[in-house]
Each structure stands twice: as C-alpha cells, then as structure tokens.
Nanobody, 122 residues
Framework: QVQLVESGGGLVQAGGSLRLSCAASGRTFSSYTMGWFRQAPGKEREFVAAIRWSGGITYNADSVKGRFTISRDNAKNTVSLQMNSLKPEDTAVYYC???????????????WGQGTQVTVSS
C-alpha cells in the first residue's frame, strides 16, 4: 500500500516556474515507477512524466519536453516535478501516481494522490 500527497501547486505567470513534490508512504517506495499526470478543465487526464525506480530512466510527454524535469529521492520517499517556462495550457490539476510496472498509461498505475492545482496566467 502506498499513500501519495502532492504539494507545490499555485498560481504563476506564463514563463515562470513551479516545483511540485509528492511525498509517499510505504516501505517499498523505491520499487515503484512514479508518474505525474494532469487534468485540465473539460479534458481527460493525460500523462506528463514518469521515472523508473532507479531514477536513471525518465519519460516525458512531448508537450513538456525541455521544460519539465521529473526526479526522485528514494531515501526521502519523494518525487518532484520541476516545471519551467510554464504556459497557460499547462493549467491543470496535477496528480502523482505509483506503479509496479513501467507505466506510461493511467491504467498501469495503482496508487494516486489527491492532486494539486497549477494555474498559469497569461
């Protein structure tokens, strides 16, 4: 069982930066692939980024490549999403998720956080 709690969301102007964090409970955190997803108003939830258990392999959606960076600290049971050069279209609720597989789709994730709102003003 893994419990996830996101933090770090807020309001930022276009071009600005935010850093999201996700704190995980559970002794086996280091064995999970961790991912970030987002859901904008009126849209389906979509994949943003993921990181394998070792931290050495990451995946990013095309829409965020070069702007967002996912990282993890297994000693602290945390995963972060550094978001730079934010755009209004990045506005969404961002969710942290955990999977026992190499997961790039929502159905592969077993545990989800409650989400944190990110709003980017133009």
């Amino acid at each position: 069982q893994v419990q996830l709690v996101e933090s770090g969301g807020g309001l930022v102007q276009a071009g600005g930066s935010l850093r999201l964090s996700c704190a995980a409970s559970g002794r086996t955190f280091s064995s999970y692939t961790m991912g970030w997803f987002r859901q904008a108003p009126g849209k389906e939830r979509e994949f943003v980024a993921a990181i394998r258990w070792s931290g050495g392999i990451t995946y990013n959606a095309d829409s965020v490549k070069g702007r967002f960076t996912i990282s993890r600290d297994n000693a602290k049971n945390t995963v972060s999403l550094q978001m730079n050069s934010l755009k209004p279209e990045d506005t969404a609720v961002y969710y942290c998720a955990a999977s026992t597989s190499v997961a790039l789709t929502q159905s592969e994730y077993d545990y989800w956080g409650q989400g944190t709102q990110v709003t980017v003003s133009s």
